[in-house]
């Protein structure tokens, strides 16, 4: 098997050679090229056709948000973010880097870790993406032009399911995901809808605050105690960093329950406790995502008699969660991210139907 071809994008000589270190130290890698500025990786991108891009946000002469879009529109190359930047605003950036294109995010080396962790993790999701077909995308991916999407009309649905609930599971590829969904729901939908995205605890204090400026929708964490949204309540609630999101008795918890499948918040949790509290009230979606978290927990939602979704795979940046749903036979319909959000439309318009709103 030929060994994965890295282009290595870091500013600071110091993280850059060490960058280089752990990865050349790998006999499965072979970093063919290092930039200082996102402009010259952006060169060498095209020039050396790496199989993993490693990219630190804050660059100069070309941001690494800037080198993003261009990467992914055109030399489209799987593309691991490696950064520093906790701040709202760089946190922003990095969000906005995700749903440009770029696959995953890491944090650099704090020095706190357990000795060789934080190299087996860098190593590690570098081969793992590397072996992700990446699409082109277009630039300025989330510019104000594209902003308002029409959904589409007139999406067959069943007639008798009338949901107060819509719940998301997504991973790898997500960000983006959940923007193209949530830009495409009419400003009037009325199911709240809760979402579990897998994205790592360092970097995910914003990201409500980030979607929130997304879509028309509301975009918050959820809190530990509060009531279900009412229906009407155009609410989009996210599970909280490293805590699982439950629904009992009416009212949402977070727990410190044990990960699943290596995951805190897992869709599995979230979505097994809608299965037992809602039954067919709810309607399930797994996006795009890398591993097999939230297919038990679809299957459980179907089985209660809830509707469910999967994206399919062609516009799937990865396959791996709705695929294992699928296989599980928990989804009930397989979508095109462009058709789920006017499914899920349908839905809140039968649910209105039903209760004369």
Not at 93 to 107: H, I, P, R, S, W
Request: aromatic share 4%.
């Amino acid at each position: 098997m030929a060994p994965t071809r890295v282009l290595v994008v870091e500013d600071s000589i110091t993280t850059r050679k060490r960058l280089v270190e752990v990865l050349a130290a790998d006999p499965d890698i072979v970093v063919v090229g290092e930039a200082g500025d996102g402009q010259r990786g952006v060169e060498l991108c095209a020039n050396l056709r790496p199989d993993v891009v490693t990219l630190d946000m804050m660059l100069p002469v070309m941001s690494g948000l800037a080198a993003t879009e261009f990467i992914m529109a055109y030399s489209p190359t799987p593309i691991l973010i490696v950064s520093a930047s906790t701040n709202r605003g760089e946190l922003f950036k990095t969000y906005d880097a995700l749903a440009a294109g770029a696959l995953d995010v890491l944090e650099k080396p704090t020095g706190d870790e357990p000795d060789g962790a934080w190299e087996q993790k860098l190593v590690t999701t570098v081969k793992l993406i590397s072996r992700i077909k990446v699409i082109t995308h277009p630039r300025a991916r989330l510019n104000s032009s594209t902003r308002r999407m029409t959904p589409a009309i007139g999406v067959p649905v069943d007639p008798a399911r009338h949901p107060r609930l819509v719940a998301i599971g997504t991973s790898t590829g997500g960000p983006a995901a959940l923007v193209t969904i949530l830009r495409a729901l009419p400003r009037d939908f009325a199911l709240p809808i809760l979402v579990v995205v897998h994205i790592g605890k360092l970097f995910a204090p914003a990201f409500a605050e980030w979607l929130d400026r997304q879509s028309d929708l509301r975009v918050s964490y959820a809190r530990d105690g509060e009531p279900l949204p009412r229906v009407g309540d155009r609410r989009v609630l996210l599970a909280s960093p490293d805590y699982h999101l439950v629904l009992r008795e009416g009212t949402l918890r977070h727990t410190r329950d044990p990960e699943r499948h290596s995951c805190r918040p897992a869709v599995d949790v979230l979505f097994k406790s809608l299965a037992v509290e809602l039954g067919d009230e709810c309607v399930g979606c797994i996006l795009t995502g890398m591993g097999r978290d939230g297919a038990e927990g679809l299957l459980a939602i179907r089985e209660a008699g809830g509707s469910t979704i999967a994206q399919d795979e062609a516009t799937s940046v990865v396959f791996g969660m709705p695929r294992e749903a699928i296989l599980l036979g928990a989804a009930e319909q397989i979508l095109p991210l462009d058709r789920i959000a006017p499914t899920l439309t349908a839905f809140a318009r039968r649910r209105d139907v039903r209760s004369g709103t």
